[in-house]
């Protein structure tokens, strides 16, 4: 399947003035550097505690790709939708209550919402908004907002279309796996590489799985409770390297 060209889809309004015309696949490989400073760097994507309980390192390839199928993909649709309201400039807030509804972890909860203040940074700065205009960043409910929110409405501003919004989800989740697999585990950086380049059919099937959804309602519901309960023990644990 053939990703969507142009900057939106049909019926969709053009991204903010003061976006920068950059082609998608362009703004594709640099909102997917890790050298971004959003935070990214503070994650294992549940790695680290996925470790501590037993999970094998030869065993990650398969980690990753559960959350592709769970809690990434509810991260991917909120973001596609997020962008897609942004775009017809109706209320952000609906989005946000979808998402929280479908992440049941409150320690996933709030690790979200503090990567969204850090993504809400790159936004303003990277994508201001003409003075004068509406900016759904500038309100103060979204400091609250968690990260693919944020990076919904950023996607919009900025003239990322859907599909690559999906993969963008789906590739920073991979990569955020394998690259904590290095620093918690000896490996081969080949391998871990090795790995994403198997799961790159997954993160385009992530992509085709989102790339349509508009509504709140329509934001995939996969849950992972060992990850989730993972989760909520590594966040009252005091010895760690990743903050989630």
Same mark, same amino acid.
């Given at each position: +399947?053939?990703? #969507?060209?142009?900057? @939106?889809?049909?019926?969709?309004?053009?991204?903010?003035?003061?976006?920068?015309?950059?082609?998608?696949?362009?703004?594709?490989?640099?909102?997917?550097?890790?050298?971004?400073?959003? @935070?990214?760097?503070?994650?294992?994507?549940?790695?680290?505690? /996925?470790?501590?309980?037993?999970?094998?390192? &030869?065993?990650?390839?398969?980690?990753?790709?559960?959350?592709?199928?769970?809690?990434?993909?509810?991260? /991917?649709?909120?973001?596609?939708?997020?962008?897609?309201?942004?775009?017809?400039?109706?209320?952000?807030?609906?989005?946000?209550?979808?998402?929280?509804?479908?992440?049941?972890?409150?320690?996933?909860?709030?690790?979200? !919402?503090?990567?969204?203040?850090?993504?809400?940074?790159?936004? !303003?700065?990277?994508?201001?908004?003409?003075?004068?205009?509406? *900016?759904?960043?500038?309100? #103060?409910?979204?400091?609250?907002? #968690?990260?693919? $929110?944020?990076?919904?409405?950023?996607?919009?501003? /900025?003239?990322? *279309?859907?599909?690559?919004? @999906?993969?963008?989800? &789906?590739?920073?989740?991979?990569?955020?796996?394998?690259?904590?697999?290095?620093?918690?585990?000896?490996?081969?950086?080949?391998?871990?590489?090795? +790995?994403?380049?198997?799961?790159?059919?997954?993160?385009?099937?992530?992509?085709?799985? $989102?790339?349509?959804? !508009?509504?709140?309602?329509?934001?995939?519901?996969? @849950?992972? #409770?060992? +990850?989730?309960?993972?989760?909520?023990?590594?966040? /009252?644990?005091?010895?760690?390297?990743?903050?989630?």
């Amino acid at each position: +399947m053939a990703a #969507p060209t142009g900057a @939106g889809a049909a019926g969709e309004a053009p991204p903010a003035p003061g976006s920068f015309a950059v082609p998608s696949a362009l703004l594709l490989t640099l909102l997917a550097d890790a050298r971004l400073p959003s @935070g990214g760097h503070t994650q294992s994507g549940g790695l680290e505690p /996925a470790l501590r309980a037993g999970l094998r390192a &030869g065993d990650v390839a398969d980690y990753a790709r559960a959350r592709l199928r769970t809690v990434t993909a509810v991260e /991917a649709g909120t973001a596609v939708v997020a962008r897609a309201v942004a775009a017809a400039g109706e209320d952000l807030a609906a989005v946000d209550a979808a998402w929280a509804a479908r992440t049941p972890s409150p320690a996933l909860r709030a690790n979200a !919402r503090r990567l969204g203040r850090g993504q809400l940074r790159v936004a !303003r700065t990277l994508w201001p908004v003409a003075p004068g205009r509406p *900016d759904p960043l500038g309100q #103060p409910a979204a400091r609250a907002w #968690p990260r693919p $929110v944020v990076l919904g409405v950023l996607a919009h501003r /900025a003239g990322l *279309d859907a599909w690559d919004l @999906g993969r963008l989800v &789906g590739y920073d989740d991979v990569q955020t796996v394998v690259a904590a697999l290095l620093k918690l585990e000896p490996a081969d950086p080949l391998e871990t590489t090795g +790995m994403v380049v198997d799961l790159l059919p997954e993160i385009d099937a992530l992509a085709a799985r $989102v790339s349509h959804l !508009r509504h709140p309602v329509e934001i995939p519901a996969g @849950g992972a #409770p060992l +990850m989730e309960r993972w989760a909520q023990t590594h966040a /009252a644990t005091t010895e760690r390297l990743f903050s989630a």
